[in-house]
């Protein structure tokens, strides 16, 4: 079982985030449990979501020790570091967060997804960044999935996000 958390500001995408490792978890056949959780604030508020995907039936939606996390700002990476458990990995938004406290104990990837997403031409897209980075250390979703989830969530909408989307989540995996 994948146990992920994630979190930053609200409008940084990071319920999508959430909603595309759940679809992922969900069109590839497993379990899976998504769990929002949003500031007093529309925007610029906190925000972090739980995402949990299981080839067997998931007894408890709450996440007290993540496997992996997603932090996008500084206060979430404060906040949610203690939460990861040992041998866990954590990606850090380093375009914007300090990973200067760390622990010896999991592995944090600090990726500069902010820049990387300018380079794109989207700064918001730092999240499907970060999302490319974390994909190799998941043992229940891969790009496949993520191609599959993308297209569901995004493609009928907004065809022309689903290549910018995936093209994100390229270039997080190439960091």
């Known amino acids: 079982m ?7 500001f ?13 679809y992922a978890g969900m069109l590839d056949g497993r379990e899976v449990c998504w769990i929002p959780s949003y500031g007093p604030e ?3 508020g906190t925000a972090n979501c739980s995402v949990l995907v299981a080839d067997e039936e998931i007894h408890s939606p709450v996440i007290e020790y993540a496997d992996f996390a997603i932090v996008l700002n500084q206060p979430s990476y404060d906040k949610f570091l203690p939460r990861v458990k040992p041998g866990g990995v954590l990606v850090a938004n380093s375009s ?26 989207n700064v918001s897209l730092a999240n499907m960044v970060c999302l490319g980075a974390l994909l190799p250390k998941l043992t229940m979703v891969d790009m496949a999935s993520v191609e599959k989830a993308v297209s569901a969530v995004v493609g009928k909408k907004k ?17």
């Open 2 to 8: 994948d146990k992920i958390l994630l979190a930053g």
């Open 10 to 22: 609200g409008g940084q995408g990071v319920m999508f985030v959430g909603k595309i490792l759940t």
């Open 42 to 44: 529309m925007r610029g």
């Open 96 to 121: 914007i967060i300090s990973t200067a406290e760390k622990r010896d104990d999991i592995e944090v990837i600090a990726v500069p997804a902010g820049d990387m997403a300018n380079e794109l031409g």
């Open 159 to 175: 065809p022309e996000l689903y290549e910018l989307n995936l093209a994100a989540v390229r270039k997080g995996l190439g960091q």
